[in-house]
């Protein structure tokens, strides 16, 4: 089964910054598409961006112009780079394959707590 480790979560203050990183214990050339998911306290999973193997990016609204999702295949890691955090962005980030159907197949990782308090 594939292991995902997620890290670099913390707490940080509004307008802050974080970049999170996520291993994948397998190759992730043949993953087309990877993604970052948040879970805030109550809430369902959600997911916030993604990547294709080509380098194309996609967004959910409320994070447009503030996070960057990357990849380095050689690594076998996918990064977030979160800006100008908001309160509202507080939750458990995960990184998984994209559709979330194929990621609950694969399983999750422990996930990183993203707390933007002052």
């Known amino acids: 089964q594939v292991q995902l480790v997620e890290s670099g979560g913390g707490l940080v203050q509004p307008g802050g910054s974080l970049r999170l990183s996520c291993v994948v214990s397998?190759?992730?050339?043949?993953?087309?598409?990877m993604g970052w998911y948040r879970q805030p306290p109550g809430k369902q999973r959600e997911l916030v961006a993604r990547?294709?193997?080509?380098?194309?990016?996609k967004y959910e609204d409320s994070v447009k112009g503030r996070f960057t999702i990357s990849r380095d295949n050689a690594k076998n890691t996918v990064y977030l780079q979160m800006n100008s955090l908001k309160p509202e962005d507080t939750a458990v980030y995960y990184c998984n394959e994209v559709p979330i159907g194929i990621a609950d197949a694969r399983g999750w990782g422990q996930g990183t707590q993203v707390t933007v308090s002052s």
């Open positions: 990547i294709t193997s080509g380098g194309s990016t």
């Open positions: 397998l190759s992730i050339r043949s993953i087309y598409t």
